[in-house]
């Protein structure tokens, strides 16, 4: 989903910048779009979002360029992943699918002001629905977002995620509407084959049975 965005806006003559975990599969997808129009400005630079550090290097360089920021994509996400804690103490589903997107728009906050009209794109899932993140009494329950490897099961982790995303894309857009910078989030659809689901051999059986009834990207 990542890399076909990019491409689109690429082609339609976006200045784009690819945020990538790994730096080698960033700039072979950068190659990947050149190879298709060699006048694309496309870049790739170093994000992993497991590491609230790696965020807060990642805006500082970004910002360096003194480019504005129009459109800023949280996509990234991972799902039905083995329970473990990131570097910085916190469950990692909750972190890379929301954490490390809430931080990052924190950071460039400022920014996306200053280049208002802009906006900010949350992919988050219909999968939302089928969670909670209240406790009995009908407050937030924290230990819910981040839970011990005793209570965590990965997809109600993964569904807690998407529900964040889409609670914080409204919030996001209730307070910077006013000043130019609108936030949406967005289900990309069931029948879309990905590699979201690469960590879980169950859903990877699951996804290529299903493959032939899929849409492509």
């Known amino acids: 989903l990542g890399f076909e965005t990019a491409k689109s806006l690429a082609l339609h003559g976006a200045y784009v910048i690819l945020a990538c ?24 630079m170093t994000l992993d979002l497991a590491s609230l550090q790696s965020v807060q290097h990642f805006a500082e360089a970004f910002k360096s360029k003194n480019l504005p920021l129009h459109i800023l ?10 329970w473990c804690l990131t570097e910085d ?23 996306l002001r200053q280049s208002s009209p802009a906006r900010v794109v949350v992919v988050s899932s219909e999968s939302h629905r089928f969670t909670e993140i209240k ?14 490897k005793k209570e965590y099961w990965a997809m109600l982790a993964y569904n807690r995620s998407k529900l964040c ?7 996001l857009n209730r307070r910077l509407s006013p000043h130019g ?14 590699s979201l689901h ?9 996804f290529t049975l299903a493959r032939p009834f899929t849409k492509s990207m």
């Open 21 to 44: 975990r790994s730096a080698a599969r960033g700039n072979e997808a950068v190659q990947r779009i050149l190879g298709e129009w060699h006048k694309a400005k496309v870049e790739a």
């Open 73 to 82: 994509i949280c996509n990234a996400a991972v799902f039905g992943v083995p």
């Open 89 to 111: 103490g916190l469950e990692s589903t909750f972190q890379v699918n929301h954490l490390g997107h809430f931080y990052l728009v924190q950071l460039l906050e400022e920014l």
């Open 135 to 148: 406790d009995s009494s009908g407050k937030l329950d924290f230990s819910l977002l981040s839970p011990s």
């Open 165 to 171: 995303n889409i609670l914080f894309s409204n919030e």
């Open 181 to 194: 910078v609108t936030s949406n989030s967005l289900h990309p659809g069931n029948m879309i084959y990905s």
């Open 198 to 206: 690469r960590n879980w051999w169950v859903y990877t059986l699951l």
